[in-house]
């Protein structure tokens, strides 16, 4: 852990001198200052304006704001406890101004806001602290996570000029009928504690190592809304989000650095236009909305360098898929999803190259159920490989418990490539039932 710094003084938080009475100028200055000049020290703004992006930042406090600030000071170190352990989410290494501004611009400096805010904060994370925040990523989501990702494709992936991590998130591919399938609203829950406190709160406090200077605590985000219909944006699939928003909004505030939308279709950009005129200055001024690809890519290209970009958005890094994969179970190698909305019949072929090897599990929460085999798909004369496995979930029907899974390769083992691999499902309640089931195809070298 860093070493505490010396405790910032009003003249530091609003003339940029860090802590301390060392004068502006002093070459020695704590190197905790923002690791980019902030807008009114390029020159950029009059002298004593401050830009919607600097404002309630360490070295940008009114002289209003600092006397907030100190009072909060203080009343962080007499409660203590919980209330502070909820404030410090990401430890210490934040650093005492960037933690508590961060909070006070959540909630515009209005001191009892701030403190109600934390208080709620504090009760809402109560049940996953005794959990330590579910440092086990398969036990919190009650699947393998990625096919958690393939089916709602989102990862950490490089960081930004700045240091913050970059987040990569498609929601315009988002399959909430699969998710549905192999998780719970609660195993969503319990994976983005795990996702926050654990994933990207490493990320953090691993790039202040990497770069002392390295101060806020946030990230660039980058929502590629590329494919997204009027029909996606359901009820069902706004419950996934809203489940993880509302968690950062009140645990985790002020930690998006940048938003940059890209590929935004024109339904969406139309809208934009009329939420921008609902939100405060600085909170529109974090986010780009941009659908020209060469547009976007330049864009990114400012924010990140090439080498940290994915390969999939015009950089040389691990194209997104690949890091994906990295959440994948020991040894596997690629992964196949399909989802089957099933009503009587139906089927799907696996492609298995040589070399390869293939194992096929099937999640659902349909409790009238099917009977799966799997069969050469080459030949209508070929190998059965598996037959009549029953899968049908057999728990409870509510949302928040979780559905089942059968690996119906079990009892034949892995099946060996090259060849097509059909899956055939077969409803136990024919024509008049019908209920999705997920299969996942998780590929081996042989």
């Not at 921008?276 to 780009?288: F, H, M, P, S, V």
């Not at 390869?356 to 929460?365: D, K, P």
């Amino acid at each position: 852990m860093a070493e505490p710094s010396k405790e910032w003084t009003a003249s530091a938080l609003q003339h940029h001198d860090g802590p301390g009475d060392a004068p502006a100028d002093d070459t020695n200055k704590r190197a905790g200052l923002l690791h980019m000049p902030t807008v009114r020290r390029l020159g950029k703004q009059k002298k004593g304006s401050t830009s919607p992006m600097d404002w309630g930042m360490p070295g940008e406090l009114t002289k209003e704001e600092v006397d907030v600030f100190m009072k909060f000071r203080e009343i962080v170190e007499q409660r203590g406890g919980e209330f502070r352990n909820t404030i410090y989410s990401f430890s210490e290494e934040e650093g005492e101004a960037y933690t508590l501004c961060r909070w006070l611009r959540a909630r515009k400096f209005k001191l009892n806001d701030v403190v109600a805010m934390i208080e709620e904060a504090t009760e809402v994370r109560k049940e996953a602290r005794l959990k330590d925040f579910y440092p086990d990523p398969i036990e919190a989501l009650g699947a393998d996570p990625s096919i958690y990702l393939a089916l709602y494709p989102q990862c950490y992936s490089g960081v930004a000029k700045t240091g913050a991590p970059v987040f990569w998130s498609k929601p315009g591919v988002l399959n909430v009928d699969g998710m549905e399938c192999i998780t719970s609203l609660d195993g969503i829950l319990k994976y983005h504690w795990y996702v926050m406190m654990h994933d990207y709160a490493n990320r953090l406090r691993s790039q202040k190592v990497k770069d002392p200077e390295f101060n806020r605590f946030e990230c660039v985000a980058v929502m590629d809304l590329d494919h997204l219909t009027t029909a996606q944006v359901s009820q069902r699939a706004l419950n996934i989000i809203k489940t993880q928003t509302a968690i950062d909004s009140v645990c985790f505030p002020e930690t998006m650095q940048k938003m940059l939308i890209i590929n935004a279709p024109r339904f969406f950009s139309l809208s934009w236009k009329i939420i921008k005129g609902w939100i405060d200055q600085r909170t529109a001024a974090k986010i780009e909305i941009i659908s020209s690809r060469s547009s976007w890519e330049k864009r990114l290209k400012e924010l990140v360098d090439k080498d940290q970009l994915p390969s999939d958005y015009g950089g040389t890094g691990p194209n997104t898929k690949v890091t994906q994969m990295e959440n994948a179970s020991e040894g596997v190698r690629k992964m196949h999803t399909e989802l089957m909305h099933l009503r009587a019949h139906a089927s799907h072929i696996f492609d298995v190259a040589a070399g390869e090897e293939m194992e096929i599990t099937v999640y659902t929460r349909g409790t009238t159920g099917a009977i799966f085999s799997i069969v050469d798909g080459a030949s209508k004369k070929g190998t059965t490989y598996v037959d009549n496995v029953d899968v049908t979930h057999a728990g409870p029907t509510d949302e928040l418990s979780p559905p089942s899974s059968v690996l119906i390769t079990e009892s034949s083992g892995r099946i060996a490539g090259p060849g097509k691999i059909k899956v055939r499902a077969d409803s136990k309640g024919g024509r008049f039932s019908a209920e999705n089931f997920l299969l996942v195809a998780k590929v081996y070298k042989q």
